[in-house]
Nanobody, 123 residues
Framework: VQLQASGGGLVQAGDSLRLSCAASGRTFGSYGMGWFRQAPGKEREFVATITWSGGTTYYSDSVKGRFTISRDNAKNTMYPLMNSLKPEDTAIYYC?????????????????WGQGTQVTVSS
């Protein structure tokens, strides 16, 4: 599976932004998917995850209530919608896929990673 993240940019605090993660391959629908982020000088941290069907999602406490993750298996694409963005959301955002239909919250649980897209939130 090859993953391509896109949709990042420079926004102001309080704005919304929708990222996309497009996957190659015919088995996208069988992978649990996740989003992680990494700010300068910090470790990669979990943001959100979704099961193969999209029926179950899980969020980090820092984004719960502001971010929503969804997927369209027919289009091999996953979408995190980020609302009420804060300066502390500034980071490179990575999408990832794991060889399991269920979700995961640790980077070590994922087998494939996209190249990342930069999100910068100004105050």
């Amino acid at each position: 599976v090859q993953l391509q993240a896109s949709g990042g940019g420079l926004v102001q605090a309080g704005d919304s932004l929708r990222l996309s993660c497009a996957a190659s391959g015919r088995t996208f629908g069988s992978y649990g998917m996740g989003w992680f982020r990494q700010a300068p000088g910090k470790e990669r941290e979990f943001v959100a995850t979704i099961t193969w069907s999209g029926g179950t999602t899980y969020y980090s406490d820092s984004v719960k209530g502001r971010f929503t993750i969804s997927r369209d298996n027919a289009k091999n694409t996953m979408y995190p919608l980020m609302n009420s963005l804060k300066p502390e959301d500034t980071a490179i955002y990575y999408c990832a896929a794991r060889g399991s239909t269920y979700y995961g919250i640790r980077p070590s649980q994922y087998d494939y990673w996209g190249q990342g897209t930069q999100v910068t939130v100004s105050s």
